[in-house]
Nanobody
Framework: QVQLVESGGGLVQAGGSLRLSCAAS????????MGWYRQPPGKQRELVAA???????NYADSVKGRFTISRDNAKNTVYLQMNSLKPEDTAVYYC??????????????WGQGTQVTVSS
């Protein structure tokens, strides 16, 4: 079992910055890609950014140039640096981790979510 714990959310004014962290713990054999998703009020969950083990990244068009995803493989931790925040970035942010479990195969774990609110 793997637990993902997010931190770093909060309230910030438009144009400000926040840094989210997500640490994986528990019985970890291998973590492949890690990512951040968000769910704005009344909308579906959407991909924000993802990063592979070797550092390849993928971003939603709406955050390119403003957000940066990174990871520390030794700490099983993924980060999301969010700059130039806009009110439309307001959402609950979730991290996920694609893992491989011996004899059981791949499985994706999710964090509990952290609220990010950007005021205008």
């Amino acid at each position: 079992q793997v637990q993902l714990v997010e931190s770093g959310g909060g309230l910030v004014q438009a144009g400000g910055s926040l840094r989210l962290s997500c640490a994986a713990s528990g019985i970890i054999f291998r973590i492949n890609a890690m990512g951040w998703y968000r769910q704005p009020p009344g909308k579906q969950r959407e991909l924000v950014a993802a990063i592979t083990t070797d550092g390849s990244t993928n971003y939603a068009d709406s955050v390119k140039g403003r957000f940066t995803i990174s990871r520390d493989n030794a700490k099983n931790t993924v980060y999301l640096q969010m700059n130039s925040l806009k009110p439309e970035d307001t959402a609950v942010y979730y991290c996920n981790a694609d893992t491989y479990r011996p004899l059981r195969g791949p499985y994706t774990y999710w964090g509990q979510g952290t609220q990010v609110t950007v005021s205008s």
